[in-house]
């Protein structure tokens, strides 16, 4: 056990920042910003301070921190931390300062109200919270109420804090968006309740941690795996199918996605990030925790329909982008297609595939990030979303253009960018287990290289379009915000090894646990075949 509850401090610092600014002056609006993005670096460096400290390799979970909470349900405030839950930890915390710097000024498009600075800012702050909990929970209903109550502040962030609008229709518009991205996410988590309150009926049934039961992940993955819930086929396969169902629609994978994609444009492109970038990791994270830990015989029974599915979204998420006219909505869908990697990459259940998926979760966030805020900057500058409405960017503002190609080319995991390794390591443990498969999300690469590269010819170059010609170049505060993201793209990109040190003992533990290991190679070397039909050894 940790002796400082660091990873208390961890989300509480973003939450109790959030109840203060509330508390700074209506009028201050500046020091309502500067004080979020100082909380904001305040978590930063206490992830780093976690990852300088963690062993990779060591405890299964470290900085454990566990109290009760509800003793007659069996429930505890436990969380802990393994290296899956670190990296995306230092991701959350590593963009919620960059998302507080690109929108700085988002207010002066959401509202003159004399607190709305504040409020943007809380709910940020909030979300933040919210997430890293998620990701450090070791109590199952303590994940629950989190992944639930993050989507209150998620909503607001969409449904009040979009670009400023005056017709009525597209503010309805919005309005239904943030309303259907709150239901769709709520029925999803209200299947995933009746899945924990099965789950805990059978701990309290077979008396796993004590006579009350228990909602204790590492007693419930213990019993798991070892037979003791003591339930049917049948029974696990329904408690499995609920909590992957929410997390399906967290991720989300096809075809429960169709909330995305309106959510994402509804939103400012910070708040679009926050929501792309963070918020649905928790849904790919519940199914490599939760799914394959706790239900090991139903995850490999349905992984090939999973798999099916998840390439159906990466077709699908690319083909859909290359019909796109708006360049957010382009991006939204982008994310569908590669959301289908990291899901297919999780249920291959082979060593290369779940680092792969992992470190997808993390590369995903910093692409997406770019080139949506990229995306952002030059759409608050024209005005307008419409591709067709740009023309010569790169002659106006070369900077802008330039990172935009860079982020683009990550989106279609050139190789020397981050996303090439990830996509690289999901296609290869993919093969080994489901090589058609495989063979079907590699056909994504080429669409991607379409949506990509035509959207960027359309947007960047030819001839200066009219209303381009006012388009100016990167500011010092959003350079300050692309910078670091392009930076870790090229970083990741030509050195993975740090973020893969951390993930991959705990992907191997992971295959451990639940009994799987790599598939065997089914082709036999030619040398060593030649040498049994000759009945000898070649020397």
Not at 43 to 58: D, E, M, N, Q, S
Not at 119 to 146: K, N, R
Not at 212 to 235: C, I, K, Y
Not at 465 to 474: Q, V
């Amino acid at each position: 056990m940790s002796e400082f509850p660091w990873l208390t401090t961890l989300w509480v610092t973003p939450l109790a920042g959030a109840a203060l600014t509330l508390l700074i002056p209506g009028a201050w609006r500046t020091a309502a910003r500067a004080w979020a993005l100082l909380v904001s670096l305040g978590t930063l460096g206490i992830g780093i301070w976690l990852a300088t400290r963690f062993v990779p390799g060591g405890e299964h979970f470290q900085f454990v921190e566990s109290h009760e909470w509800i003793p007659a349900f069996g429930a505890g405030y436990t969380v802990g931390m393994d290296g899956i839950a670190l990296v995306l930890v230092l991701l959350t915390a590593g963009l919620v300062p960059l998302l507080i710097l690109a929108g700085w000024n988002d207010e002066r498009e959401v509202g003159s109200g004399p607190r709305v600075t504040h409020y943007y800012m809380a709910l940020t702050l909030v979300v933040e919270a919210m997430v890293l909990v998620s990701f450090t929970a070791l109590d199952i209903l303590l994940f629950y109420v989190f992944f639930e109550v993050m989507l209150i502040p998620m909503y607001f962030l969409i449904g009040g804090f979009g670009p400023r609008i005056t017709d009525v229709a597209l503010r309805q518009q919005r309005s239904r968006a943030a309303v259907k991205f709150l239901l769709y996410n709520l029925f999803g988590g209200l299947i995933m309740l009746a899945a924990v309150i099965g789950l805990y009926v059978l701990t309290v049934r077979e008396g796993i941690g004590g006579e009350n039961g228990t909602f204790d992940f590492r007693a419930v993955m213990e019993a798991a795996n070892t037979g003791q819930l003591g339930a049917g086929p049948a029974v696990l396969n329904a408690i499995f199918l609920g909590f992957m169902f929410a997390f399906a629609v967290k991720a989300p994978l096809w075809p429960l996605h169709t909330w995305l994609p309106d959510a994402a444009v509804a939103a400012t492109p910070a708040s679009a990030v926050l929501m792309m970038a963070i918020v649905d990791k928790v849904g790919t994270f519940g199914m490599l925790r939760y799914c394959l830990l706790l239900f090991p015989t139903a995850a490999s029974d349905y992984a090939p329909i999973i798999s099916v599915l998840a390439v159906i979204g990466i077709i699908y998420g690319a083909l859909l982008a290359i019909g796109q006219t708006d360049v957010m909505r382009l991006i939204a869908y982008t994310s569908i297609s590669h959301f289908g990697f990291i899901i297919l990459g999780i249920f291959a259940m082979t060593s290369q595939g779940g680092s792969g998926a992992t470190l997808y979760m993390v590369n995903h966030g910093i692409s997406t990030a770019a080139l949506f805020l990229i995306a952002g900057f030059l759409v608050s500058r024209r005005g307008t979303r419409v591709i067709a409405d740009y023309g010569g960017v790169q002659k106006v503002a070369p900077i802008m253009a330039g990172t935009f190609f860079i982020a683009g080319l990550a989106t279609l995991s050139l190789p020397g960018l981050a996303p090439f390794v990830s996509e690289f390591l999901v296609l290869v443990g993919t093969f080994t287990r489901y090589p058609v498969a495989a063979v079907f999300a590699a056909s994504a690469l080429v669409l991607a290289a379409l949506y990509v590269l035509w959207m960027y010819q359309r947007m960047m170059t030819g001839p200066v379009k009219e209303g381009s010609d006012k388009i100016y170049d990167l500011l010092p505060r959003e350079l300050a915000v692309v910078v670091p993201l392009i930076g870790a793209l090229i970083f990741l990109g030509a050195y993975p090894k740090p973020a893969l040190d951390a993930i991959d003992p705990a992907v191997a533990r992971t295959l451990t646990t639940i009994g799987k290991q790599d598939p065997a190679p089914t082709v036999q070397p030619e040398a060593a075949t030649e040498s049994t039909h000759s009945g000898g050894t070649h020397k």
